[in-house]
C-alpha cells in the first residue's frame, strides 16, 4: 500500500450495497479496509476483486452492534496500516453494516428494539468516536440511513427511528469537525435488491412490483446505484458538500 493512496474503512463490506461500496472506492484508487460479520468466504472475494483492480484491501470480522469488541479491531487494523504504510490513520469512514426488521409496531419487542440500536445507532455512535483520533484532517465521513427515514412504510418503526436518530448525528458530527475539515453526509437509499432482509425487495414479486410502482425511474433499486454515490462523496469534487442527506432512490413516494 503506497503512502499516496487514500484508504477507506466500510463497515459491512462483504456483500450488497457495502461491496458495491468497496469496489467503485477502489475504482477511485482508494484502498480498502472493509468489514464483515460472519462471512469469511465471501468477504476474502470481495478482497481478491479489490486486488484484481490495484487496490489493497483487508477484510476484519467485527460485529459493529458489539461495543466491546471495537478496540481489538482498531488494534488489528492498525497494525495493518503501519506494516503497509508506516503510518496507523485512515481517510474515509463508511458506517454501512446493518441488519433489517420487517416488524408492525405493536408486535415489536424490545429485544428487536435493541438489536436496531446497536446496530444502526449505538454501534455507529462510539465506533466512528474512536475512529475519529486516527481519521486524517479532511477526511470524510459517510452514513448510510434509508428512504424510510423519511416515508413511511408498516413494519419499518423500530429500523427506520435508529436511521432518523443516525441522520441527526450526521449533521452534528458536521458541525463538530469542521475545524478538522471533515465532512459527514448521510446517503438514504431507497429499496435495493440484494440478500438485505433475506432478499424482501429481491425475492418477493409482490413487494418488488409495489417498490418499482412506488419509483418514478419504474424499478427497485440495485447495488450498483448506490456505490457511486458513495465514491463521490469521498471525492475532491464533493469536498463542499457537508452535513447534507442524500436520497439515493430513483424517486420513491415522491
Known amino acids: 500500500m503506497e ?4 484508504v477507506a ?4 463490506g462483504s456483500r450488497g450495497l457495502g461491496k458495491d461500496m468497496a469496489l467503485s472506492l477502489a475504482r477511485n484508487g482508494t484502498d480498502i479496509i472493509f468489514t464483515y460479520h460472519t462471512n469469511k468466504k465471501a468477504a476474502d472475494a470481495v478482497a481478491s476483486q479489490i486486488n484484481d483492480l490495484g487496490q489493497k484491501a483487508i477484510a ?9 469488541g471495537f478496540d481489538t479491531f482498531i488494534s488489528t487494523f492498525t497494525n495493518y496500516l503501519k506494516e503497509e504504510t508506516g503510518y496507523p490513520n485512515f481517510d474515509f469512514l463508511i458506517n454501512n453494516a446493518g441488519t433489517a426488521l420487517y416488524t408492525p409496531f405493536m408486535e415489536t419487542t424490545e429485544e428487536q428494539f435493541d438489536e436496531m440500536l446497536n446496530i444502526h445507532y449505538k454501534g455507529v455512535f462510539f465506533l466512528t468516536q474512536k475512529l475519529l483520533p486516527l481519521m486524517n484532517d479532511g477526511g470524510r465521513i459517510v452514513n448510510i440511513s434509508s428512504g424510510l427515514a423519511r416515508f413511511s412504510i408498516p413494519g419499518s418503526s423500530a429500523y427506520a427511528s435508529m436511521k432518523g436518530a443516525l441522520e441527526v448525528l450526521t449533521r452534528y458530527l458536521a458541525r463538530e469537525l469542521g475545524s478538522r475539515k471533515i ?3 448521510v446517503i438514504a437509499p431507497g429499496a435495493i435488491e440484494t440478500d438485505f432482509g433475506n432478499g424482501h425487495v429481491r425475492d418477493d414479486e409482490k413487494t418488488n412490483t409495489m417498490i418499482a410502482n412506488l419509483t418514478a425511474l419504474g424499478r427497485a433499486g440495485q447495488p ?12 475532491d469534487d464533493a469536498r463542499w458538500v457537508n452535513g447534507q442527506r442524500i436520497e439515493v432512490s430513483g424517486g420513491m413516494n415522491l
Open 60 to 68: 476484519l470480522q467485527l460485529d459493529t452492534s458489539k461495543i466491546g
Open 183 to 185: 465532512t459527514a453526509n
Open 9 to 12: 474503512i466500510i463497515t459491512g
Open 3 to 6: 503512502t499516496k493512496n487514500k
Open 224 to 235: 450498483e446505484d448506490i456505490g457511486g454515490v458513495v465514491a463521490f462523496l469521498c471525492s
